[in-house]
């Protein structure tokens, strides 16, 4: 479904991915896991088509997103959703408008129709409270939720999440990590998450990869994870300070 | 060699801000058959534009047209042709300083303020969720600020026109002692059709000038809160100059002739 061919990303002559190559299938949680500044959101960003790659290929469903014109780059979004790790909730509009806002921009249903979506979205997030509420007025979780009813109005069916479950205590990050099985296992939906919270990533994950320095140093099973031979994976995963990954 | 590479970088750099504000200014004009659609959103930015500014526009203009009458009135006085004073405040009014005012009003505190704002959607990854929802940024959030933009600059400039001339009439009077009636004979003397309808186009193009130069910085801001002022000084910084170019421009279109 998702593909990064050899994919080489500079910013300011410093290499962020270097070579990565990535191969997600249809149905799977991908997980992406590494310290911070090592190109996990930049990975991320690649496959939105919100960054294009100086070298290599980023392919959906076999369809080239980076130097595509807008029209196929929208084409290829209809059914792609990101969860931003601040939300990027529209701050003058309430929660509520902002839930609503893609079914009210492409006028997919009636207005009573877009308000049940809403309402049922909110609620399974546990926001709907928060309905009328502008983006000021609620916690970062809740606008990480927030940004997530968004998403899942539009019934995608490939989601990506830049560091859902940070800044979310432990019970809501299991509400979230949840929901993203519950899609997975009810729509097939197809989910890329960025994370550091490892918890989370042994709970959604069917596979692992591990960036560091703009390169995938190892992709397995959460399993095959855990007990990783490899020193670097090892160190991050257990959160040691001794070993390769310099800490300074 | 470091001084030719980064002027050349700058050149470049220069371009691309150009380009790019050419690119939003062609979308804005595509997505303009959309207006309707967002009646709600350009209301909005109108009372922002107009409204909000009033208070600013109106001390501005009302010493604007004193600092003309007097500046002037000392002039003719030395002729005692003091009544004259009342043509050249409406002539200036009209054909410069009124849409001239009322630009360089509206840029510090409206395109000021549009830059701000998108700069800040840009660098919270707003703009981004937009893209990603398949909204375009230029629809959802240029074109009505355009479109507000370019109604409300010459609506104010008509305000900023009016309240000058009052301001000079008010000089006139109590200091020059120009009655009011002589005054305000002198202004419908000079008060042209042509100066006025001149007037209010420049107005109308600087509101497209501002709103796209401004909504253009503020797409392209990055790097946070210091990316944001960034936009927001190169915004009015640009909206200056290619209000003062292109206003000579359309003065010699439909003036040059006269010489």
Known sequence: MIELVNVRKTFNGRVVLDDVSIDIRKGETFVIIGQSGTGKTVTLRHIAGLVDPDSGDVLINGMRMNGAPRRVRNRLREKMGVVFQSGALINWMTVGENVALPLVEHRKYPKKKIEEIVDYNLKILHLSDAKDKMPADISGGMKKRAGLARVLVRNPDLILYDEPTSGLDPVMSRVIDDLIRQMQREFGVTSVVVTHDMASAYRVADRIAMLYRGEIIECDTPERIRNTENPIVRQFINGELEGPIDVA | ?259
């Open chain 2, 1 to 259: 060699m470091s001084f030719n590479i980064t002027s050349g970088e700058k050149f470049l750099g220069m371009l691309e801000q150009a380009g790019f504000i050419i690119v939003v200014f062609a979308e804005t004009l595509f997505y303009s058959k959309n207006a309707f659609g967002k009646w709600r959103e350009i209301f909005k930015q109108m009372y922002i534009a107009g409204v909000k500014s009033l208070l600013v526009c109106s001390i501005v203009s009302l010493f604007t047209g004193m600092i003309l009458a007097l500046q002037a009135g000392i002039e003719f006085a030395t002729y005692q042709q003091e009544a004259m004073v009342g043509n050249l405040v409406i002539a200036t009014m009209t054909r410069e300083m009124g849409p001239f005012t009322a630009a360089l009003v509206l840029t510090a505190s409206v395109g000021s303020a549009m830059a701000a704002e998108l700069g800040t959607m840009k660098v919270s990854e707003e703009i981004d969720a937009l893209e990603m929802m398949a909204i375009s940024p230029v629809k959802f959030l240029v074109m009505p600020r355009v479109i507000a933009l370019s109604i409300m600059l010459p609506v104010v400039t008509v305000y900023v026109v009016v309240l000058g001339t009052f301001g000079g009439g008010v000089v006139a009077n109590y200091q020059l002692l120009v009655s009011w009636d002589l005054y305000y004979e002198h202004v419908l003397e000079s008060l042209q059709f042509k100066a006025t309808y001149v007037g209010l186009l420049k107005a109308y193009v600087f509101g497209i000038i501002i709103s796209c130069v401004s909504c253009a910085q503020g797409l392209k801001a990055q790097n946070g809160a210091i990316g944001v002022g960034q936009a927001t000084r190169t915004s009015v910084i640009v909206s200056f100059l290619m209000i003062l170019i292109v206003g000579y421009i359309i003065t010699a279109l439909f003036y040059g002739k006269a010489l």
